[in-house]
């Protein structure tokens, strides 16, 4: 049995979301920066909250997360890297760690780059990744922190899990990645493909997340930085992967 996933739409842009198991009715929420929207959307599934799993530190992830600790009795889980600058955490995790949200374990996977203390969660029974800031769906976070060394060792870490994996990221930036996207691979016909299919699902006020991690290795300019096309499209024909990435990575920051 897989968890349910609620996607919660909030703030501008973000996402975040509940995970439920069934067979032993635990839930956890993916992130926290608002209250309203989650305790609503509890209610209407007459479910409890147990657990908030924080992806890193930045407000608009962490927000309202005592509010929601006060209000439900969750225990908070983050980075211990980061526990100085979390809400008091319940409990402290890096890599190598799991989270049971019932039955189903989710793997702790260290994944910094944006900030130097991000983490993604990944259940695999579940097929699902919750990787917030670092690999976004068609893009990947700001290097607010970290270099693109770390980055890039965090998308390939990712881009390891397989393929059918669902990438469910922590933001609604997919149109505009994917324009990043065509600008650098403007005859790639399932490219082209996902720009329709994204802006249908916006014009339906649908989320583009998650994404298929299959599709995004091939779709993703910032997971192909090891390929030739990419070198080629950035006039970096010689240079290594870590390079081109960086490369693609600033060219995005200026689009
Ligand atoms: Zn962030
Ligand atoms: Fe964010």
Same mark, same amino acid.
């Given at each position: 049995m897989s968890l349910d996933i609620v996607t919660i739409p909030c703030l501008s842009d973000n996402?975040? /979301?509940?995970?439920?198991?069934?067979?032993?009715?635990? $839930? *956890?929420l993916v992130d926290a920066p608002v209250s309203d929207p989650v305790l609503e959307a509890l209610a209407s599934h007459r479910w409890g909250l147990d657990l908030i799993l924080l992806t890193h530190h930045h407000e608009d992830h962490i927000d309202a997360a005592d509010d929601?600790?006060?209000?439900?009795?969750?225990?908070?889980?983050?980075?211990?890297?980061?526990?100085?600058?979390?809400?008091?955490l319940d409990i402290a995790v890096e890599e190598g760690d799991t989270v049971a949200v019932g039955s189903?374990?989710?793997?702790?996977?260290?994944?910094?780059?944006?900030?130097?203390?991000?983490?993604? /969660?990944y259940f695999p029974a579940?097929?699902?990744?919750? $990787? *917030?800031?670092?690999?976004?769906?068609?893009?990947?976070g700001r290097l607010f922190e970290g270099d693109a060394i770390m980055m890039w060792d965090s998308l390939r870490k990712l881009a390891a899990l397989p393929d059918d994996t669902l990438i469910y990221s922590g933001h609604e930036y997919t149109n505009g990645n994917i324009a990043f996207a065509l600008s650098l691979d403007?005859?790639?016909?399932e490219l082209r493909q996902r720009a329709d299919d994204a802006h249908a699902a916006r014009t339906a006020h649908e989320p583009t997340v998650p994404a298929e991690l299959g599709l995004e290795r091939r779709t993703n300019p910032f997971l192909r930085a090891g390929e030739a096309a990419m070198k080629?499209?950035?006039?970096?024909?010689?240079a290594s992967d870590v390079d081109v990435f960086a490369e693609i990575r600033a060219r995005k920051d200026r689009f």
């Open positions: 996402y975040i /979301y509940l995970l439920h198991d069934g067979a032993s009715g635990v $839930t *956890a929601l600790r006060r209000a439900t009795g969750a225990k908070l889980v983050g980075a211990k890297a980061d526990a100085h600058r979390l809400p008091a189903q374990t989710g793997h702790v996977l260290s994944v910094p780059g944006h900030t130097t203390g991000h983490i993604a /969660y579940s097929k699902a990744a919750f $990787t *917030a800031d670092s690999l976004m769906v068609m893009g990947c403007p005859d790639n016909a080629q499209a950035v006039g970096m024909p010689g």
